[in-house]
């Protein structure tokens, strides 16, 4: 039997680690497979609505581990994570680490592993916004340039990593485990309470927890100001960040038309999403969901590792300046927005084809 190790710490790895499990167990059910697996929580992430929530309602069993690193600087929480798994892989080794995504809880896994001669699995390997100001973007640099069998969502990564040197035969096109886990939940949907005290059926939501977008108060003041002006008459729904709320609280401003809410589970999330006439994020991963369910989304950067939402999908990238909204809610609200197509391989079987590559690459 061989050991795996799953490594979640933020609120998006929980999504797309759960698929990954799911198809690991069903494996198991049928009584051949030769992998076992070890759940490891950095505690990156730790709020009962930031983590135990999505665990709940994405059927993710307990963590074996969690480290419970809380937050701090980049520096403290990465190394906090680098510590605790490397003490960890000492006394109990593995026989590969799967990481997901680009979170801090990504880079510090595989780094120890990597460095105690265990090999990586990266799931949404290859993914470059070209901007090195996001500590995501060098999250991802650094995991892939010592990942070992890389699972990718879209052929703009795989053409990225075969650019930086990857052997093609290590590159594996499996398609998204997001959407793995938004396939298998539309039917579980939950209706948020604040729903009923809607005044209209059509409604905007919005997320923003970039800190380039929200770690400077005028910044986020000038959006929120931006937005509510140019929503053509519709309420927005905000569920707010933890770290968006904290500087919210410093400017205390209210525009009448702003629904503030705390963070939302996955069901109500993904319901007001989908009953919602358009996002407005700067979420790189919400870009996925809304290209899926062909929801209008607008990105707050200037800059986006996921083409393919803006390609194929229902994206359109409009810069850090919010005053671009107004032009662009106009032709959502008015009908004149693309349609979007489903990116190749976002199928709901990705997490399998993973499991499956996994299991012959550690025969
Ligand atoms: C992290 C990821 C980002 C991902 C996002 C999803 C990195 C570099 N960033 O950003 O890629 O899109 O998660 O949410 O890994 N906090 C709480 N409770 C929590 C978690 C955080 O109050 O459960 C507060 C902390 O005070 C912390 C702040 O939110 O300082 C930011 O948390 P952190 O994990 O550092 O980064 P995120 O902005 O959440």
Redesign the pocket.
């Known amino acids: 039997m061989k050991l795996v190790d799953i490594i979640a710490?933020?609120?998006?790895n929980f999504i797309k680690v759960s698929p990954i499990i799911r198809s690991l167990k069903e494996k198991q059910k049928l009584g051949n497979s030769n992998l076992r697996f070890r759940l490891i929580h950095t505690g990156?992430?730790?709020?009962k609505k930031?983590?135990n929530d999505f665990f709940k309602q994405l059927g993710i069993p307990n963590p074996n581990i969690n480290f419970n690193v809380g937050?701090?600087s980049?520096a403290d929480?990465t190394s906090a994570i680098m510590i605790a798994y490397e003490k960890l892989l000492l006394k109990k080794p593995s026989d590969l680490c799967l990481v997901v995504?680009?979170?801090?809880?990504t880079l510090a896994c595989s780094i120890s592993a990597k460095k105690l001669s265990i090999p990586v699995a990266h799931v949404e390997a290859g993914l470059r916004s070209g901007d090195l100001t996001m500590?995501?973007e060098i999250?991802r640099i650094l995991t892939d340039a010592i990942t070992d069998f890389f699972f990718t969502t879209s052929s703009y990564a795989n053409e990225n990593l075969i650019r930086s040197g990857v052997p093609s035969k290590n590159i594996f096109f499996v398609g998204n485990t997001m959407i793995d886990t938004l396939k298998e939940n539309l039917d579980k949907l939950i209706e948020p309470k604040i729903f009923k005290t809607l005044n209209k059926k059509k409604y905007l939501v919005l997320t923003l927890?970039r800190?380039s977008n929200v770690d400077n108060s005028a910044n986020l003041k000038n959006i929120l100001k931006e937005l509510s002006q140019a929503a053509e008459g519709l309420e927005i729904l905000f569920p707010v960040?933890?770290?968006t709320a904290?500087i919210l609280n410093k400017i205390n401003f209210h525009p009448k038309n702003v629904k503030f809410l705390d963070p939302l589970s996955y069901l109500e999330f993904i319901f007001i999403v989908k009953n919602s006439s358009a996002v407005i994020t700067d979420?790189?991963?919400i870009t996925e969901e809304t290209t899926y369910l062909k929801i209008p989304c607008l990105t707050l950067r200037d800059s986006t590792e996921r083409p393919e939402t803006i390609v194929v999908g229902t994206n359109k990238l409009l810069g850090r300046n919010p005053n671009k909204l107004k032009f662009y809610l106009k032709k959502i609200i008015e009908g004149k927005w693309k349609k979007g197509k489903i990116p190749q391989k976002w199928d709901g079987k990705t997490s399998k084809r993973i499991v499956d590559i996994i299991e012959k690459k550690l025969q």
């Open positions: 710490g933020a609120r998006p990156q992430h730790y709020d930031m983590s937050s701090g980049q929480q995504g680009d979170v801090n809880s500590p995501e999250n927890h800190p960040h933890p770290r904290k979420s790189g991963g």
